[in-house]
Each structure stands twice: as structure tokens, then as C-alpha cells.
């Protein structure tokens, strides 16, 4: 029998980057908040471009449905997004906000 279920998806880490009005209006914190409702670790940081970025870490289907609503819940601040996928390793074991980067 071949199971499938998200215990055993290879890591998924989801490096996003969403463009827009997307400092000073909470957007890292409603991130953290949203991070609650999956199963995920990573960090999101505002950039020196006026951009934030953001890594997500985990099974597919709990990376993607964090990304969805993070799209769901700021898409009037966003007004553009990337995103960029590998296999990988998790690096952390929370979410949280962290420093501003480059």
C-alpha cells in the first residue's frame, strides 16, 4: 500500500518575496499569525527594497496552503509576489519574524 499522507512528503522550502505596500501595515505579523494554522517553520523580514520576504519550510500541501492565504488575507497590499521552491532540509523549528535583510 503506498501512503501518501503529509507525515511522509519529502520537506518543501518556499522562498516568497511580495511587493506593494507590504511595510508598516502589519504584514509580517498577520504572516506570523497565519503560520499558526499549518504545520510550518521559516521566517519572514522586511527588505531594504521596501519589499518583505519570506521562507516557508514544511510538507506541500501545508507550504502552499500558508502562501495561499497569505495572498488570501494581503491582497490589497500586494501587488506583486515571486516565489522560488527547492527539496531541502528544514533549517528552523518555528516561525517568526526576523531581521530586516538586503
Known amino acids: 500500500m503506498h ?5 511522509n512528503e519529502k520537506p518543501l522550502v518556499l522562498h516568497l518575496r511580495f511587493r506593494g505596500r507590504v511595510q508598516g501595515v502589519g504584514f509580517r505579523a498577520t504572516v506570523l499569525a497565519l503560520s499558526g494554522q499549518f504545520t510550518v517553520t521559516g521566517r519572514v523580514w522586511n527588505c531594504w527594497d521596501g519589499s518583505v520576504g519570506a521562507t516557508i519550510e514544511g510538507g506541500r500541501v501545508q507550504v502552499n496552503g500558508l502562501r495561499d492565504r497569505i495572498l488570501e488575507s494581503m491582497r490589497r497590499n500586494i501587488e506583486e509576489w515571486t516565489q522560488q521552491e527547492e527539496s531541502a532540509m528544514p533549517k528552523w523549528s518555528d516561525f517568526r519574524i526576523g531581521p530586516d535583510q538586503p
Not at 3 to 7: I, L, N, P, V
Open 3 to 7: 501512503d501518501t499522507s503529509e507525515a
